[in-house]
């Protein structure tokens, strides 16, 4: 959206295999910015790994002040792992650290899948852009230093094996090379540190070799949209705050005595319930703001 102060919205990338998530948005603050005649600041709401493929939601303007509380939705993953061998990035593009004999059985993944829903702790892989010490793991991970990652907490919704060594009919499989599976999950799950440990469960190693993205929060691979597309027409493709938040939060339009208050930091009466709205002026997105016990205030401005 174009406004008095700059363009401010997202786009909804389905990033192909091979590129960083900063490679996206470099291009897409390249192209935005010479669209509009000025530099406007982009950034992605979440990282994909280079090998994976889908949605990668890029908030630009002051969008980008949505981070936070965008990064905690939930999350869709298509995941592929193969059972026997495990890599220094547990994903396919690393080497092999390790190899053993023992596949599992479909009965002890299906045994071992129900262990990793609700909350549970999970340990990141190295080769990571998790902090150690102020410095992204990945770049410890290849100056050769020693690394103790620390279990985090994550949370898993819904994990549901879809294929057996490539099929649906695998009741019977008694010897598992490879499996697909679909999870949805909070941020901060790690994707490939979860096939490791599925693969452990059930006595074996398991490198993750397939991995798409097909939603973060409101953003689906349904409206995504090609990296080259994003490039050629950026504005085209921006999609509005009030568009993208209109599917999370209530909107509560602004009355115009409370406007002064509510941009100086003074709580405002609402009769909303408890919890967050998209505070709009005139139906242009202003805020995101929290009610309680009767009472709004700003939390996000977008003014």
Request: include cysteine; glycine fraction near 10%; charged fraction near 20%.
């Amino acid at each position: 959206m174009q406004g008095s102060s700059g363009i401010s919205g997202f786009f909804c990338i389905d990033k192909p295999r091979g590129w960083t998530s900063s490679d996206v948005v470099a291009v897409l603050r390249g192209a935005l910015s010479k669209s509009v005649g000025y530099k406007v600041k982009v950034g992605h709401m979440g990282t994909l790994d280079p090998m994976a493929t889908g949605v990668l939601p890029v908030a630009a303007g002051k969008a980008t002040r949505l981070f936070d509380v965008l990064m905690n939705k939930s999350k869709g993953y298509a995941a592929r792992m193969a059972f026997g061998y495990e890599t220094d990035t547990l994903d396919i593009e690393g080497e092999v650290s390790e190899r053993t004999d023992i596949l599992p059985t479909v009965a002890q993944i299906k045994a071992a899948i129900t262990g990793f829903t609700g909350e549970i702790e999970q340990i990141p892989p190295i080769y990571s852009a998790k902090s150690v010490g102020g410095v992204k793991a990945y770049k410890l991970a290849r100056s050769g230093a020693e690394i103790q990652m620390r279990p985090v907490k994550v949370n898993i919704f819904s994990l549901t094996l879809d294929s057996v060594n490539g099929g649906k009919n695998y009741d019977d499989a008694d010897k598992v090379s490879e499996i697909a599976f679909t999870v949805e999950c909070g941020g901060g799950t790690y994707i490939r540190s979860l096939c490791r440990d599925i693969a452990l469960a059930c006595g074996s190693l398991g490198t993750m070799t397939e991995l798409k993205r097909t939603y973060s929060g409101c953003f689906t691979l349904e409206n995504a949209v090609g990296i080259e597309e994003a490039k050629a027409n950026p504005q085209a493709n921006i999609i509005p705050v009030i568009t993208a938040l209109s599917g999370i939060y209530d909107i509560e339009e602004l009355a115009q005595n409370d406007i002064k208050k509510f941009t100086n930091g003074i709580p405002v009466r609402t009769a909303r319930a408890d919890g967050d709205v998209l505070v709009t002026i005139d139906g242009k997105e202003y805020a995101v703001a929290h009610c309680s016990g009767g009472i709004m205030k700003a939390r996000i401005n977008l003014w």
